[in-house]
């Protein structure tokens, strides 16, 4: 019984030595920003060399972002909890004539550094005013359920 013990102990041990890495988004995408030249290189061409877009910014349509994203779990003993590895983000500015105007990457350290705003918007009517409970009522029956009636 020990030595089955024992035996099961060292393949759990050597099979924790092999670590998981997921990937999310594009791959090497700090040597694709390489072949991106500021002022000659055009929309077109971004899509050729990386790809479409992860996401297009809500503000301006003239600026895009490319993300790429590496987990690692760490060890069975931590049970399955993933560190980020690797996490870059490339910000492509573009010019009205769709040449690339200025191009900018962040990584994992300049992560560390974001400060986040901690202000929060007050609402400005009140539930309990004449135009609130008429609006309510509204929203009650829109969402109430549907008899059906049999004639």
């Not at 055009?42 to 990386?50: A, F, G, L, P, S």
């Not at 003993?77 to 690797?86: A, C, D, H, T, V």
């Not at 400060?115 to 409970?133: A, C, I, L, M, R």
Request: charged share 30%.
């Amino acid at each position: 019984m020990k030595k089955l013990f024992i035996l099961c102990f060292f393949i759990t041990l050597s099979c924790s030595n092999n670590k998981v890495v997921n990937n999310h988004g594009f791959g090497a995408l700090e040597l694709k920003a390489d072949k991106i030249n500021i002022s000659k290189t055009n929309k077109n061409d971004v899509i050729n060399v990386i790809g479409k877009p992860s996401t297009i910014s809500l503000f301006d349509e003239n600026i895009w972002f490319y993300i790429q994203r590496e987990n690692i779990n760490q060890s069975v003993f931590k049970l399955g909890k993933s560190k980020i590895n690797k996490n870059t983000i490339l910000e492509i500015s573009f010019d009205k004539y769709g040449i690339v105007k200025e191009k900018k990457i962040y990584n994992l350290n300049d992560m560390k550094n974001l400060k986040t705003v901690k202000d929060t918007t007050e609402k400005t009517f009140q539930n309990t005013s004449y135009f609130g409970k008429v609006l309510k009522s509204m929203k009650q029956k829109i969402e109430s359920p549907k008899t059906n009636k049999k004639r």
